[in-house]
């Protein structure tokens, strides 16, 4: 069975652009959350999805938004970038409900530099 | 608020030690979750264990055992006869329950160097 996959692997944006990141889980899992991993921060949730519904979401600003497609697949966007934006994100897809309560499947990250 | 302490920042062992990476948590939870995922440096965060905070009973799974402590709000992992492909971060978590989902809330991670 396939991971989870994120697209693309690298990117590097400049500020004030906007970029959309995806992510496919694995076959059958509905359940997706986003991660932002960096040095100072850590990793710090974004949101979740299960079924196409935002079940929760992370303390960030109103320029980090995302989706989830009927097929599970997930997109997060980040709207007028600023170079603190600059992260490793990471997708996870789970069998359960909630990451929460179930254990996840990462995917290997989407490398985000903004100069 | 929830919150995951992993003390130790970095650990160098030589090959064959043993090693336990710490982990305190706070929650005002009865019903939680706590993880340990592991981040290789290729990068992905890949699942070690879950339990769940009616479950004190201590877990091993080959050279890896768990200590869950809901006394001392702590549930450390022990790693038996390191392995250089042990080298990696280390990440406790904690879930953050509300109704019917929730969210992870991760330490800051403890990296692990194994040497030869």
């Known amino acids: 069975k396939a991971g989870v996959t994120q697209t693309p692997r690298y990117l590097i944006k400049t500020r004030g652009q906007q970029v959309t990141l995806s992510c496919s889980p694995i076959s059958g899992h509905r359940s997706v959350s986003w991660y932002q991993q960096t040095p100072g921060q850590g990793l710090q949730f974004l949101f979740e999805y299960f079924s196409e519904t935002q079940r929760n979401k992370g303390n960030f600003p109103g320029r980090f938004s995302g989706r989830q497609f009927s097929n599970s697949r997930s997109e997060m966007n980040v709207s007028t970038l600023e170079l603190g934006d600059s992260a490793l994100y990471l997708c996870?897809?789970?069998?359960?409900?909630?990451?929460?309560?179930?254990?996840?499947?990462f995917g290997p990250g989407t490398r985000l530099t903004v100069t | 608020a929830q919150k995951v302490t992993q003390a130790q920042t970095e650990i160098s062992v030589v090959e064959k030690e043993d090693v336990t990476l710490d982990c305190v948590y706070e929650?005002?939870?009865?019903?939680?979750?706590l993880f340990w995922y592991k981040q290789p440096p290729s990068g992905e965060l890949v699942f070690l264990i879950r339990r769940n905070s009616f479950d004190e009973q201590n877990e091993i799974s080959g050279r890896y055992s768990w200590n869950f402590q809901k006394s001392t709000s702590s549930f450390n992992f022990t790693i038996t006869a390191s392995q250089v492909v042990d080298s990696a971060v280390y990440f406790c978590?904690?879930?953050?329950?509300?109704?019917?989902?929730?969210?992870?809330?991760f330490g800051q991670g403890t990296t692990l160097q194994v040497k030869p």
């Open positions: 996870a897809s789970s069998l359960g409900s909630s990451s929460a309560f179930y254990e996840q499947y």
């Open positions: 978590a904690l879930s953050e329950v509300s109704g019917n989902t929730g969210k992870l809330i």
């Open positions: 929650t005002r939870d009865t019903t939680y979750y």
